[in-house]
């Protein structure tokens, strides 16, 4: 792995996607954290020792203007990381159509912006690994929670067809389930934290897991991998 190569993390918030920046520069990579909000992104990049790039990933102009920054500065991308996402519990009847699109742009319309652009900057070069934040909800719609599934649904989807496309083109894509809640991203009152630690997904952990993906030789590829704590029933 040249000290050179380079990452580029979607979403990258509080918990996994700042955990995520961390195990990546501890490997030597040059690292691009991008998100939405320009403020707390700057606080995160400088905390994780990222660069930041503030933009929408669900906007196609602000994607390709992502891409072309980052391979201005840095080069182009070795992994890629679509970890953004957005959620609303509600009932179905109470469900704005607004609320729906958002929810759906964010979680599958971004994953195609970025994962399409990710892999053409790859292609060229005939390697790069492109890999797909899930959920739970990517396997089944749980009640109240259509907001999240749709679009988990969708990116899933998006994952198998990217990976049977571009893997024989040397670029590993896969997509990985966080069946749990993560422990950084905890907020008092959501239920387990109760039953020890080891209930919560610890986001460091996850990162780990994702570098592995990106470790792994062409001759034994993961393409979906969940992960989650002992207490999850599955």
Request: proline fraction near 4%.
């Amino acid at each position: 792995m040249a000290a050179s190569d380079v990452a580029i993390v979607v979403g990258a918030g509080a918990g996994l996607g700042a955990a995520l920046c961390r195990r990546f520069v501890k490997a030597g990579l040059l690292v691009a954290a991008a998100a939405r909000d320009k403020d707390r992104l700057t606080a995160l990049a400088k905390e994780v020792g990222a660069r930041p790039y503030p933009g929408d990933t669900t906007d196609e102009k602000s994607v390709h203007d992502l891409f072309a920054a980052v391979q201005r500065d840095f080069g182009d991308p070795a992994i890629v990381v679509y970890n953004a996402g957005a959620f609303l519990p509600k009932a179905v009847v109470d469900t704005e159509a607004a609320e729906f699109e958002r929810c759906w742009r964010i979680g599958c319309l971004g994953g195609f912006l970025v994962g399409r652009a990710a892999a053409g900057a790859m292609l060229p070069k005939g390697r790069g690994t492109i890999l797909f934040t899930g959920a739970t909800a990517s396997l089944r719609g749980g009640a109240n929670f259509a907001n999240l599934a749709v679009g988990k649904f969708g990116l899933r989807a998006l994952a198998q067809s990217m990976a049977r496309e571009l893997g024989p083109k040397g670029i590993h894509v896969a997509h990985v389930i966080i069946d749990g809640m993560i422990a950084a991203e905890h907020r008092p009152g959501r239920g387990k934290s109760e039953r020890g630690p080891d209930a919560l997904l610890d986001d460091n952990a996850i990162a780990e897991a994702y570098w592995q993906l990106h470790q792994q030789p062409r001759s034994a590829w993961t393409q979906e991998m969940d992960l989650r704590p002992w207490v999850e029933k599955f």
